[in-house]
């Protein structure tokens, strides 16, 4: 994966939680958001994506040079939901994990979203 196209809805979802944040990128809020939902064991909702006024974010940005490892992640998940693995199951798999990491996460009360980010981030680091 080179180039990773997120929907109009998905920068609007990220302009929101920039400014109730803090947080200045928007890959180190779509890698949280991609972790929130690889978190959940439900599979995220199929949706048809519009990329129209959308924005498209380098792959090796996102990841923060973790190319591998968020790569892995998404193809566990697959394994574990007993897809098939290519490189468009693994792009799609992304989209739809990103895109509802976001939405969970510009849907929290603003006093609560820093509190479970970090809630998050901690429970990561003490497994």
């Known amino acids: 994966m080179e180039r990773i196209k997120l929907t109009a809805a998905a ?3 990220l ?3 920039k400014r109730r944040t803090g947080i200045e990128h928007n890959n180190a809020l779509c890698r949280h ?3 929130l939902s690889l978190a ?3 599979m995220p909702p199929d949706e048809t994506f519009s990329f129209g006024g959308g924005i498209e974010i380098d792959w090796r940005t996102l990841t923060g040079g973790q190319d591998a490892l968020y790569y892995n992640l998404l193809v566990v998940r697959l394994l574990a939901e007993g897809k098939r693995i290519t490189e468009d199951a693994v792009k799609r798999a992304f989209q739809l994990h990103v895109h509802r990491g976001l939405s969970y996460l510009a849907s929290r ?3 609560d979203l820093l509190v ?3 809630k998050s981030i901690q429970a990561g680091v003490s497994t």
Do not use: F, G, I, Y
């Open 11 to 13: 920068k609007v979802q």
């Open 15 to 17: 302009s929101t939680l």
């Open 33 to 35: 958001a991609l972790c």
């Open 40 to 42: 959940n064991p439900s």
């Open 109 to 111: 009360r603003e006093d």
């Open 116 to 118: 479970e980010m970090a």
